[in-house]
T-cell receptor
Framework: AQSVTQLGSHVSVSEGALVLLRCNYS??????LFWYVQYPNQGLQLLLK??????LVKGINGFEAEFKKSETSFHLTKPSAHMSDAAEYFC?????????????FGAGTRLAVHP | EAGVAQSPRYKIIEKRQSVAFWCNPI?????LYWYQQILGQGPKLLIQ????????DSQLPKDRFSAERLKGVDSTLKIQPAKLEDSAVYLC????????????FGQGTRLTVV
């Protein structure tokens, strides 16, 4: 069965430090992968998406993610964290099953950024 | 372009009462989703519509939850009767089609059942 695993429910970094949020997926067919961000009391906003083109995907706010098929991973990175990056981040996978596409989410990683 | 609209933003009800949420997707989006997000968890798909037809409601507790999408545009999700464990944020999302496109989310409705 297809699934999404986000390693680490909480990640804390210093302002200016590298951000690395981990996501592994399980899928029997090539998936489409997404990262969403959720600020308090808000809906989910798309950060970036992988749709089988370039394996390194650049998104908004300086984030990027690399699709590694051999590792079934799609980790999210940002070279230098900003205080405004504090939020919850969700990895999601879209796969084809039962005649239609399904979009499922990981459990999320809460990112804290401290001065 | 207007986003996905949801109402109300917040709702507090007593257990065993009924409640309804409304969603208006982005114009032209054929696919509409309702997700339940319990505090500390990722969104869980409750039901997915393609136009006005249901394509997936496998995780919808059908004894108490119902949803409809009249005329393939806006949608309502109802809970009757509510239980304490239904306390969550209910997110509506839409996408252009069910193919490989991203979903756009509304701000959600936070339901508290007391």
């Amino acid at each position: 069965a297809q699934s999404v695993t986000q390693l680490g429910s909480h990640v804390s970094v210093s302002e200016g430090a590298l951000v690395l949020l981990r996501c592994n997926y399980s899928s029997s067919v090539p998936p489409y992968l997404f990262w969403y961000v959720q600020y308090p009391n808000q809906g989910l906003q798309l950060l970036l998406k992988y749709t089988s083109a370039a394996t390194l995907v650049k998104g908004i706010n300086g984030f990027e993610a690399e699709f590694k098929k051999s590792e079934t991973s799609f980790h999210l990175t940002k070279p230098s964290a900003h205080m405004s990056d504090a939020a919850e981040y969700f990895c999601a996978v879209r796969f084809f099953s039962g005649g239609y596409n399904k979009l499922i989410f990981g459990a999320g990683t809460r990112l804290a950024v401290h001065p | 372009e207007a986003g996905v609209a949801q109402s109300p933003r917040y709702k507090i009800i007593e257990k065993r009462q009924s409640v309804a949420f409304w969603c208006n997707p982005i114009s032209g989006h054929a696919t509409l989703y309702w997700y339940q997000q319990i505090l500390g968890q990722g969104p869980k798909l409750l039901i997915q519509f393609q136009n006005n037809g249901v394509v997936d409601d496998s995780q919808l507790p059908k004894d108490r939850f119902s949803a409809e999408r009249l005329k393939g545009v806006d949608s309502t999700l109802k809970i009757q009767p509510a239980k304490l464990e239904d306390s969550a944020v209910y997110l509506c999302a839409s996408s252009i089609s069910w193919v490989f496109t991203e979903a756009f989310f509304g701000q959600g409705t936070r339901l508290t059942v007391v």
